[in-house]
């Protein structure tokens, strides 16, 4: 714990102008990111006597080993750099909140020739128009189907538009006229774009300029006796209206706001969301956070305001926000939203009538998340943290192993033999921190060895970040130069604050195996001089735990949450190594005597291929006739005919059923993803986790 006087600034070094501060940790981690309007009087308060601060700012503070600081020349800058370094760094101090990310929006890709309406998550694209946030996806889809009909724009992939214009065959919705069929040439391009258009402003609230014209026509055509024209705008006008009703009317005269209201508690806080367009409820989100400083009410929404807007303009940004309480001071923080719409944003609180009564509807949301979010967590907590010290009990730790970390080694009868590391923090997986290594110290099967090289790798890293830090000075002696083809870790990452590759020590490592790969795992920490990390390993055999030097496992009980905690570590870790050497193994399946021409890629070797259909007529071909296919001049094709000479040809497959030599095996085989004729490919599963090969 760092007292805070020893890096307190001198007196007459902080500037009395607007800027904004950032705490770093002793290993220069970026902890806590603030604005001021002086910097002079904000950071003073940090550095008062320790027992008038409040309990989470002295946990900060006393964490903290330096503070440093940026001026601005307004208000407005400053809040413009606190959210982008708040974004950078993460700070673990700072207000977090969370699910933002998880809201389906209503989108129409505007940017397209064809634009398209479906349903999208995540970061917002350049030039697609957004709707939302739903809070559920099927809501959507219930809104779209009814508009469809009236506004027949795109909605299928671009694989199935290909797929139609090629054929000239358009999809089902093509035929049930709920698609205007642009992929078949049924409606011009420009024409297509202005179908969208209507539909965003439909979606954006002006329905009664449709909805007129629909009357219109549908009375045009019942004078006309088409009556079954008149019937099918009929039945378009119900769907606009059905659509309409969906949305009830909360606001009058079109009103375009957001309304924001936070229920909170000394520790944590809720925000709700409603998005009103066009005086109807167009969306709704919320968000929850950990109050890790002390804050107000206004500080909540000046914090969700950035969240909600920092990185929207134009119309994506109300002219009106509703708020419980207004930020201190308010007038940055409107200036920030005026200059990021485009023109003024009123940014208050409704005092009465109907916005006041649907800002306590918005109220009643937020209490009403709270106390699910609370329930949910307190279940959650309460079985992680039961397992979490099972475990510690079982293995005689001094305290619960809060991050630990689970090895597995993994190969094909001892062919790509490679590892994984998985990370779970507080009984959680942190996939961020998932680590993949290749086996390369010797070759062959031999998973004690495998398991001391994986040990041996990462916590030499985790040494030598500590000597560079200066952390642990003494372990100096112990580190060891990194090894051929490795890159130092001091090399990773630059000292900006961002938390380093291997910088974290767990209190816990377990093995996927019994006593020989603890055993190796412990020797592997012996030699590198560390002492304070526990082992243990797990058999899948009996599911028993095996400690280092024990001649006999420690049994936990079948419905013990400390063993369930354990298999999960140990299956995670299994599932990430299996798919990492499935992924290796595919790499080198599709190898091929092609992989080894220099300066041909996967678009040539696929011409080479379909303009012969196979290798072996390939490597019968004269270099004129190879010289032939597109893309392939003369130097390459005789490179391509000189490699095809000296890759020895497959031998003739053999049918195991009736002893009869197959012909032309590699006729239609494309050597390109088989290096055996008839041999079937394996394919990995792709590597969804984004752990790092070292």
Known sequence: MADPSSYRPRPGEIPDSPGVYRFRDE?????????????????????????????????????????????????????????????????????????????????????????????????????????????????????????????????????????????????????????????????????????????????????????????????????????????????????????????????????????????????????????????????????????????????????????????????????????PALPEPVEPVQQWLTERRGSAVSLRIPQRGDKKALMETVQRNALQALALHKTKRASDLTTRSRALEEIADALDLDSAPLRIECYDISHLQGDDVVASMVVFEDGLGRKSEYRRFQIKGFAGQDDVRSMHEVITRRFRRYLAEKERTGEWAEAADAVAEPEEGEVSLSTLTEDDGRPKKFAYPPQLVV???????????????????????????????????????????????RTSEGLYLLQRVRDEAHRFAITYQRTKRAKRFRAGPLDDVPGLGETRKQALIKHFGSVKKLRSATIDQICEV??????????????????????????????????????????????????PVAMGAPDERRGQET
């Not at 603890?518 to 304070?532: K, S």
């Not at 005789?638 to 000296?646: N, P, R």
Request: glycine residues 8%.
């Open 511 to 557: 093995v996927d195996g019994g006593r020989p790969q603890v055993a190796a795992a412990r020797r592997a920490l012996d030699e590198l001089g560390i002492d304070d990390i526990a082992v243990c390993g797990l058999a899948k055999r009996l599911e028993e735990v095996w400690l280092p030097g024990e001649d006999d496992p420690v049994v936990l009980p």
């Open 27 to 323: 290993h220069r981690r970026v902890i806590y990111v603030g604005k001021a309007k002086s910097l002079r009087q904000r950071l003073a308060n940090y550095f008062q006597d320790l027992a008038n601060l409040h309990p989470r700012t002295r946990t900060m503070v006393t964490t903290a080993a330096s503070v440093e600081w940026t001026v601005v020349s307004t208000e407005v800058e400053a809040l413009q750099l606190e959210y982008s370094w708040i974004k950078e760094y993460d700070p673990r101090f700072n207000v977090k909140y969370r699910d933002d990310k998880s809201y389906p929006y209503l989108a129409v890709t505007m940017n397209e020739e064809f634009p398209r309406v479906q349903v999208m998550r995540g970061h917002k694209k350049k030039g697609v128009r957004y709707f939302g946030p739903y809070a559920h996806a099927w809501a959507i889809r219930d809104t779209v189907d009814l508009l469809l009909r009236v506004f027949p724009v795109r909605t299928c992939s671009a694989g199935v538009f290909k797929n139609a214009a090629r054929t000239g065959r358009p999809c089902l919705l093509g035929y049930i006229g709920k698609c205007a069929a642009p992929c078949v040439g049924r409606i011009p391009p420009e024409d297509h774009w202005e179908l969208a258009d209507e539909f965003c402003d439909f979606m954006t609230g002006r329905t009664g300029t449709y909805l007129r014209r629909l009357e219109k026509q549908m009375m045009e055509a019942a004078e006309d006796m088409e009556y079954e024209r008149a019937a099918r705008l009929r039945d378009d006008i119900g769907a606009l209206r059905k659509a309409m009703e969906k949305n009830a009317v909360v606001l009058a005269d079109a009103t375009d706001a957001d309304l924001i209201a936070v229920a909170e508690d000394e520790l944590e806080a809720a925000v709700q969301i409603f998005h009103v367009r066009g005086g109807r409820v167009r969306g709704q989100r919320g968000w929850v956070t950990d109050k890790v400083e002390e804050i107000t009410t206004g500080a909540l929404v000046e914090h969700a305001l950035q969240q909600l807007y920092g990185e929207e303009t134009g119309d994506s940004v109300p002219k009106e926000v509703l708020v």
């Open 630 to 679: 597109p893309g392939i001049g003369r130097k390459t094709a005789e490179t391509i005919a000189v490699a095809l000479a000296q890759a020895a040809p497959a031998a003739p497959a053999v049918n195991t059923a009736t002893g009869e030599i197959m012909e032309d095996m590699e006729d239609g085989v494309d050597e390109t993803t088989a290096d055996t004729p008839g041999e």
